[in-house]
């Protein structure tokens, strides 16, 4: 992955869904928890490409008990 490119940016966010993000993912600070969402929803897209691929010709087994 390519260095951060950083902006500052301004926008009007529900503070009840940043804050249960934020106690969710465990961050320490506002911009942790956003930065930490955005991860989440680019390496999903990859997961979610890969299953729209296979369009149910894979199968899934369980590896955890």
Known sequence: ???PSWRHKHVE???G???RARRILGAKT???TLERALD???SEAGIDAALR???GKARI???FR
């Open 1 to 3: 992955m390519a260095s």
């Open 13 to 15: 966010l529900d503070q």
């Open 17 to 19: 869904k940043l804050s």
């Open 30 to 32: 506002e911009t942790e």
């Open 40 to 42: 989440l929803v680019v």
């Open 53 to 55: 691929k296979a369009r």
């Open 61 to 63: 087994r369980k590896v």
